[in-house]
């Protein structure tokens, strides 16, 4: 089986509180776009779980740590749907990353999203949509949004989720934009620890993105991104801010942090102009960052269609 796991970004991320267990209560907008890890999976007899990554497509990322490949978040996912299952069957997999490491993109928890629902399909263990998230939301707080597929609304740890416009809304949001990851990844724990509340409520932020998303308005939602974390993410690492601010010089319909970064995403009104600012950005900014056009996508691993596909 052969399946892409999209990256994501966040449109619009608040911070609502802390809870007790430590975690912050988050309310987040979540879009997959095209930029996508491929991952194959193999059925094996026996219970052994085989994780081999390619990372020569990839930018080599200063300041992560990259998880053992027992360790990473594909092979707990893996084990963890033996464990709940009971299944005897093992696994091969093979992740050709195309989503840079400890960026904001999610290429971890969207790995393992599609390992979870390769794998539920290929050892026939039947579990729900509904199961599966809840599996999920114990390996990582985006992996339940990335499960569910297209733009979504993600709240508490992320594990409370709902799709963020009707069925039929969701082809009109197929927006095209810009990624640009600076080299260097970002801890989101530390991050959290920095954080203070800004200024602006993102309340009204939060209804005109949805309008944004349900008329296929990009430049509404160019105006109506939100981060509340960018200011803390800017006091640590000011170089983000510059990307960020010269994006918008550029003509970006609106640019900001995904998550708690390291990467940057700008909305663009169609192709063209995306890769004009991709040009733009590389003569003003006097670093070697990595950059990819994308499209924000309107399903995800749960969904099959070219070029993105699931073979069985």
């Not at 992560?64 to 084990?79: I, K």
């Not at 263990?125 to 707080?141: F, I, N, Q, V």
Request: net charge neutral; glycine share 12%; proline share 4%.
């Amino acid at each position: 089986m052969r399946l892409a796991a999209p990256a994501k970004i966040n449109l619009f991320l608040e911070i609502l509180g802390k809870r007790d267990d430590g975690y912050h209560d988050l309310r987040t907008v979540l879009v997959p776009l095209s930029l996508a890890d491929e991952i194959t999976i193999e059925r094996r007899e026996g219970e052994g779980i085989e994780t081999v990554m390619q990372m020569d497509e990839i930018p080599a990322v200063v300041g992560v740590e990259m998880a053992g490949t027992e360790d990473n978040l594909a092979t707990r996912a893996a084990r963890l749907l033996q464990e709940e299952t009971g299944c005897r069957a093992g696994a091969r997999i093979l992740i050709r990353k195309r989503i840079p490491v400890g960026g904001g993109l999610g290429g971890g928890s969207s790995d393992a999203a599609a390992v979870l629902c390769g794998l539920n399909r290929l050892w026939e263990t039947g579990l729900s949509r509904d199961r599966l998230l809840e599996l999920g939301a114990r390996l990582g707080s985006d992996v339940p949004a990335l499960l569910y597929g297209g733009a979504v609304v993600a709240e508490g740890r992320g594990e409370r989720v709902r799709p963020a416009v009707r069925p039929e809304e969701a082809a009109r949001s197929r927006w095209w934009g810009l990624v640009v990851h600076p080299g260097f990844g970002i801890s989101t724990a530390d991050i959290y620890r920095r954080y203070r509340p800004p200024l602006t409520n993102g309340s009204a932020f939060y209804h005109t993105l949805l309008i944004a998303l349900a008329t296929g308005d990009v430049h509404r939602a160019g105006r109506s991104l939100f981060n509340g974390l960018e200011e803390t993410v800017f006091a640590k690492y000011p170089f983000l801010r510059l990307v960020v601010e010269g994006l918008r010089d550029e003509g970006a319909l609106g640019a900001m942090v995904s998550g708690s970064g390291s990467s940057v995403f700008a909305l663009a009104a169609d192709e063209a102009h995306a890769r004009r600012l991709q040009q733009r950005l590389a003569e003003r900014v006097e670093a070697d960052c990595w950059s990819r056009l994308v499209q924000t996508m309107p399903d995800g691993v749960m969904a099959a269609h070219d070029p993105l596909e699931v073979r069985v």
